[in-house]
């Protein structure tokens, strides 16, 4: 595999930030649960399926959350959303089914990060209870079931779409989490081979569809790039996107990554 053409350099973690790790951990015991039980990833973090006009295959896009179907059945609850860890406060918002549709911001003030999950209809996926709770901007704690996967918005059948938002820069604790799983490739972003091998592959899957099947490596870098600029994004791989909002640098991490044991 070549050199990434960014190795993204971040500080070593520092006795603080492990003393703050093993507090969450204390705190948010792994459970007998999972945030989406049973629920099947249908778009992964990173580098994805898009789609063109019309819903057009074999296009390549951006993706910055986690996409699950379906999932299982808990106290009644289908598809069921579970909270995965203890959170502060929280908070609704409504995109009036456009986009996102609506999110659902589960925040995290001490450990410094917000989980954001989006397509949930306030008047049929969302229990009442924890609805009022969330317009209220409530704490939530771990294990509450807050709905279930929903359709709202910019969607082809219920799913949750979710992403895990640092409030800084970075959040230390997942930055150290990943790093204790994965090891420093979590440092690394996708090489320009990566990159081109996906677009290929997405031209030999939908020869008809796809844009890609006359482009050549630089046009594929290209738009590859024009892709990152638009969503003002300046390091990405399978683990984490680090991005510019309103002058201000943030990370969103894969839910997949960090959620996996909870």
């Given at each position: 595999?070549p050199k ?26 792994i ?30 896009r ?39 549709g ?17 397509h ?24 509450w ?6 359709t ?26 990943l790093?204790q ?27 008809k ?10 046009k ?5 790039l ?10 990405i ?26």
């Open positions: 595999m990434s053409h960014h190795d993204f350099i971040t500080p070593l973690p520092t006795k603080g930030d492990e003393i703050l790790l093993q507090r969450f951990l204390n705190e948010n015991k459970p007998d649960f999972s945030y989406r039980c049973g629920g099947v990833f249908t778009a992964q973090f990173g580098i994805e399926e898009g789609w063109g006009p019309n819903w057009a295959e074999g296009y390549v951006i993706h910055t959350g986690v996409d699950r179907a379906r999932g299982g059945t808990l106290r009644s609850v289908k598809d069921v959303v579970v909270s995965p860890f203890n959170f502060d406060s929280s908070e609704y918002i409504d995109y009036n089914g456009s986009g996102y609506s999110l659902v911001v589960l925040k995290s003030k001490t450990f410094q990060f917000e989980l954001k999950i989006a949930m209809n306030p008047k049929t996926d969302i229990i009442p209870w924890a609805l009022k709770q969330i317009l209220e901007k409530k704490p939530i704690q771990q294990g079931i807050i709905g279930s996967a929903g709202y918005g910019y969607s082809t059948g219920a799913h949750t779409h979710s992403e895990l938002v640092s409030t800084d820069e970075s959040c230390e604790i997942f930055e150290l989490l790093l799983k994965f090891g420093t490739k979590v440092f690394r972003e996708y090489t320009d081979e990566e990159i081109i091998n996906y677009y290929r592959n997405q031209s030999k899957r939908y020869p569809t796809s844009p890609y099947t006359q482009w050549d490596d630089g594929i870098l290209a738009d590859w024009n892709q990152k600029r638009k969503k003002q994004i300046f390091f791989n399978p683990y984490k996107i680090c991005f510019f909002q309103n002058g201000k640098s943030y990370t969103r991490y894969a839910t997949n990554k960090v959620l996996e044991d909870f």
